[in-house]
């Protein structure tokens, strides 16, 4: 059965999360968006694939735009050529003559490759009747490389090392999975220390998710220092001397305010420090990575890649050993394609993949990675885990489930990427009724 | 007398270059296009500002929209405030809560950001009534300091530094602008070796660039490694030993590739290879450029900047000394205020400026950029020329001019970036005349 890509629909949708504080940080004050992408086809039952990229609010029309521009490229394909040339078909879209100018591979242009590749691996997974993580887990390991463009990266991995760790990770596998089905994914919760929470929210938010199981919970820092302090105290006391704490700068500090901070900061025994930097700042988060180690006696790593905007990014955070932990995001890099290379390169570098997630439907997404990255790749839960936001899971088919602290494996076929459909005219931009 | 900007016109114009094969190289092929801006104002006799920023057509629509949802901070500002607050109302643009998200920095919502930026600059040049260089050049140092953002670049470059280089500059300035009135700026030309020619129109327009004056010369690299020798041979047959060669790959080379096809091609002594690989490769680049020192003795170098993000990437060029030619753009980052920052950082390093030029009016911009770093930072032409491409300068109300191969001091008011209207009209996308 051949199955044709038939046509790109391109949906503004937008949340009003900014008035409440949600998502608030450093830098960000978010009204949470996505450019939500369905590819048609001509399948019997009308299969499509759903993908999208998250944005902040404004500008969510850019990176529609540039969906549409990229969406020539799409069109007219079978599911089958893509399969069999996925690297050509990756490139059409990342080394289009004239659109690579706009990034290259970065920025709008890159996020709306991202929404219309993970919309292929939606569709793909759909068709195969299989959720994304079990695709991409029972895949050969030689189609699994096939889907990687090394270009740019084999410095740091070549295609015979990404088939070798492949081949490795189907050591143990029904053991791993058997091990997921069981007990969840481990994860920790970012829905705790928003900056726009006053502390007495902080406080209660800490405590109630606490109840609930979570053992690691993340903060924002970036704010004045003794801000900082002051809501990392009450964090640590919450939560005891045991559970995890990471805190997340979302970039606004320089090179040697971020050390200077974290000097401070270390007190409270923080698992990482997130973007403590500008995200293209390779060399300043070596420097921070040394200077953090120094500073905690090796307790505290430095975490990034939600901003990272390509694998070349990534490929140098690795080898200037900048980052202790890899956060991948499913949508700013080029969707599932990029993201294999990124998880493969950072096992080869022996960091371990703790996805970035929230906004929008993030948490949807990145499950099916990590858990891939589990099952075939890493192997070991130690230092793994995704992040999860408590906001807006029902506006999707196939929401997260979790419990005591935990994804459950998703079981329906895709990348859990479909939007309700009335979730779509509801906060559809500027028309749907939340908006008009 | 308070000037305020009350709108902002954005135009899409597109020139048809592709068919002809100008323009390509490696990985570009392209319809010459500007995201073209105009500032509206309160002034008398109706002075406006005019930036643009450079694009490579498909797509010049996104970076159009990008300037629309940046222009509410724009309008409604009077030239007094922005002169006051200058880093304020850069980051208005940069630090956007919700726009941010979509680059950092970077791509298409950090054009757009050039184009407006550059467009106030050329209001206030216009306003001052001179050319922007001499606005810049006659600044006072601490004004030239103010108007730049050190956030994430204070670890290279602090603003006492940056002074003391501008006060530097203030010696011998006078003996040099007399210099560049009577001589013009040096120049180099990139009109002869584009992939798209054939050899025999390499050779002819080599031969008649040389008659010209020229005594710099690029070709593009990248395509097969024979080809690429055989049309090296040619360049430097026809130019004799003595004059300039260089060379540019436009990103297309792996960084291993790029080693081993640089030891095919310092046959030809080039000056430098340009883009040897992906513009985001800064650990690549080192590496690059520690080896083709180590293959030419020390003759060629590594160039870069044309895609280079932003000024955090241009930091660490500069400080893993990836680079030995800076390559500035006008446009692609956030305009005048962050192109001072890069070439103070440049002059810190040692490194001198050979801007990227080309397109459309991107000659017409990086003149100004060039002349205000050799008379108030560099203070030194040796090794300094500016990029002359032979296209569309007919469509500016003020183009460069040349002689001998070398660029003519503009003396009309502003930044030379005023497109002609009847340019505008034609070129208009989708619906002037030559597209509709």
């Known amino acids: 059965m051949t199955v044709t890509i038939t046509g790109v629909d391109v949906h503004d949708v937008r949340f009003p999360t900014a008035a409440a504080g949600d998502g608030s940080d450093a830098i960000n004050r978010g009204d949470y968006s996505a450019t939500y992408v369905e590819l048609r086809t001509d399948a019997p039952g009308g299969t499509f694939g759903a993908g999208f990229t998250f944005t902040n609010g404004r500008g969510n029309e850019i990176t529609c735009a540039a969906v549409r521009a990229l969406a020539h490229h799409v069109v007219g394909r079978t599911v089958e050529e893509i399969v069999a040339q996925p690297v050509a078909f990756w490139r059409s879209l990342t080394a289009d003559v004239q659109l690579r100018w706009l990034g290259p591979e970065k920025g709008v242009i890159h996020m709306a490759t991202g929404a219309l590749v993970n919309a292929v691996w939606d569709l793909r997974a759909k068709l195969a009747e299989k959720p994304l993580w079990r695709l991409l887990a029972e895949m050969p390991s030689e189609e699994l490389v096939r889907n990687i463009d090394f270009h740019h990266i084999i410095d740091a991995l070549n295609p ?46 800490t405590r109630e ?28 006391e919450e939560i005891g001397p045991d559970a995890l704490l990471m805190m997340d700068a979302n970039q606004v500090w320089d090179v040697d ?62 080898q200037a050993e900048a980052i202790g932990v890899c956060q991948i995001d499913a949508c700013r890099i080029g969707g599932v394609n990029e993201v294999l290379s990124v998880i493969l390169m950072a096992a080869k570098f022996g960091v371990p993949i703790c996805p970035h997630a929230g906004g929008v439907g993030l948490c949807e997404y990145v499950q099916h990675l990590a858990i891939f990255d589990y099952l075939r790749v890493g192997a070991s839960l130690d230092g793994r885990m995704v992040e999860y936001v408590d906001h807006l899971h029902e506006h999707f088919v196939d929401p997260v489930r979790t419990r005591g602290g935990r994804y459950l494996l998703p079981d329906q076929p895709g990348y859990s990427s479909t939007m309700k459909r009335a979730s779509i005219a509801e906060f559809s931009f500027p028309d749907g009724p939340v908006w008009a």
Chains 1, 2 share one sequence.
């Open 209 to 236: 998710a606490y109840g609930q199981g979570w053992r690691a919970m993340k903060m924002k820092v970036g704010g004045p220092i003794e801000d900082d302090v002051r809501r990392a105290r009450i964090i640590r």
């Open 257 to 318: 305010e971020a050390i200077e901070n974290m000097s401070r900061l270390v007190e409270f025994d923080p698992y990482w420090i997130e973007e403590p930097t500008h995200a293209d700042d390779v060399l300043g988060h070596a420097r921070i990575a040394e200077a953090v180690t120094g500073l905690s006696g090796g307790r505290c790593r430095v975490a990034t890649g939600e901003v990272a905007a390509n694998r070349v990014i990534f490929k140098q955070l690795l």
């Open 160 to 205: 015979a090392e990404a088939a070798a760790i492949l081949e490795k990770g189907q050591i143990g596998l029904s053991d791993r999975l058997a091990e997921l089905e069981r007990d969840g994914f481990p994860s920790y919760t970012t829905s705790v220390g928003w900056l726009g929470y006053p502390d007495d929210k902080v406080r209660a938010l």
